[in-house]
């Protein structure tokens, strides 16, 4: 069973939305909770990049190319983190990664297409 699983991921117009969830599904509340959680993007031909991050205390810090139009949020009873995307561009398609850099540290699921075309 993969410790990270991440869905919502699709084919989206410009402007559209997509909200996108990671499940931690093998950690338990006790640990999950306190655990700094981030989001991560990569593209085609291109290095992965840090999207959004969400402290256990709630608080969110965005990559400037982000800003004012991805929202990071966490339900901790169940052990998920989202990413709402909206106004979407055709430079936000890639492959995103939900990350528990302390929870589970060096390690990647599989990741969520995100495809942005008309």
């Known amino acids: 069973q993969e410790r990270l699983v991440e869905s919502g991921g699709g084919l989206v117009q410009p402007g559209g939305s997509l909200r996108l969830s990671c499940k931690a599904s093998r950690a338990i509340t006790s640990t999950f909770s306190p655990a700094t959680m981030d989001w991560y993007r990569q593209a085609p031909g291109k290095e992965r990049e840090l999207v959004a991050t969400?402290?256990?205390?709630?608080?969110?810090t965005y990559a400037d190319f982000v800003q004012g139009r991805f929202t990071i949020s966490r339900d901790n009873a169940n052990k998920k983190v989202y990413l709402q995307m909206n106004s979407l561009k055709p430079e936000d398609t890639a492959v995103y990664y939900c990350h528990a850099p302390t929870l589970y540290p060096g390690y990647w699921g599989q990741g969520t297409q995100v495809t942005v075309s008309s």
């Open positions: 969400i402290t256990s205390s709630r608080s969110t």
